[in-house]
């Protein structure tokens, strides 16, 4: 066999495995997988200038690691789901509970057909977690 044949030939044997070796995966449907930071969230209703927050203390919950939560009143452990802006319990007493991301502090409780209850949850106390690439000025531009 000729250089010339010997170089085709392992050129082509090296296109062959590389068409073969496996490729990085796509992105995921519903955006990027994140975490929420760990530590308590506090939730509730907020004020304004007439009136005070309403604090709806059922729903505290305390964020630990592993994509996991603990209810604030000791009911159980589950887990949650961070997609891009959609943050869904996936497990746990709070099955079922879906929000929409505000930034990196700030979740928003959605009702069952998506629009926001009025409930807000926030991040309470030191940072000690995640939510990957969420602009601290909050996202879609809101504050």
Same mark, same amino acid.
């Given at each position: 066999?000729?250089?010339? =044949?010997?170089?085709?030939?392992?050129?082509? *044997?090296?296109? *062959?495995?590389?068409?073969?070796? %496996?490729?990085?995966?796509? @992105?995921? &449907?519903?955006? #990027?997988?994140? $975490?929420?930071?760990?530590? /308590?969230?506090?939730?509730?209703? %907020?004020?304004?200038?007439?009136?005070? &927050?309403?604090?709806?203390?059922? #729903? #505290?919950?305390?964020?630990? &690691? #592993?994509?996991?939560?603990?209810? =604030?009143?000791?009911?159980? $452990?589950?887990?949650? *789901?961070?997609?891009?802006?959609?943050? $869904? +319990?996936?497990?746990?007493?709070?099955?079922?509970?879906? +929000?929409?991301?505000?930034? %990196?502090? $700030?979740?928003? /409780?959605?009702?069952?057909?998506?629009?926001?209850?009025?409930?807000?949850?926030?991040?309470?106390?030191?940072?000690?977690?995640? +939510? @990957?690439?969420? &602009?601290?000025?909050?996202?879609?531009? =809101?504050?």
């Amino acid at each position: 066999m000729t250089m010339r =044949a010997c170089n085709a030939s392992l050129a082509a *044997l090296l296109m *062959l495995g590389l068409s073969m070796a %496996p490729s990085p995966a796509g @992105a995921v &449907p519903g955006g #990027d997988l994140g $975490t929420l930071h760990n530590g /308590q969230w506090r939730c509730e209703y %907020p004020g304004d200038a007439a009136a005070m &927050p309403r604090r709806v203390a059922d #729903d #505290d919950f305390r964020i630990t &690691p #592993d994509s996991s939560y603990a209810a =604030a009143d000791g009911k159980g $452990t589950g887990s949650y *789901l961070l997609l891009g802006q959609a943050m $869904t +319990f996936t497990s746990g007493p709070f099955y079922g509970r879906s +929000f929409l991301a505000q930034g %990196p502090n $700030t979740i928003l /409780q959605l009702d069952a057909k998506g629009k926001r209850t009025g409930v807000r949850c926030s991040h309470s106390g030191a940072l000690g977690g995640g +939510f @990957a690439n969420a &602009p601290e000025a909050g996202v879609n531009g =809101a504050n």
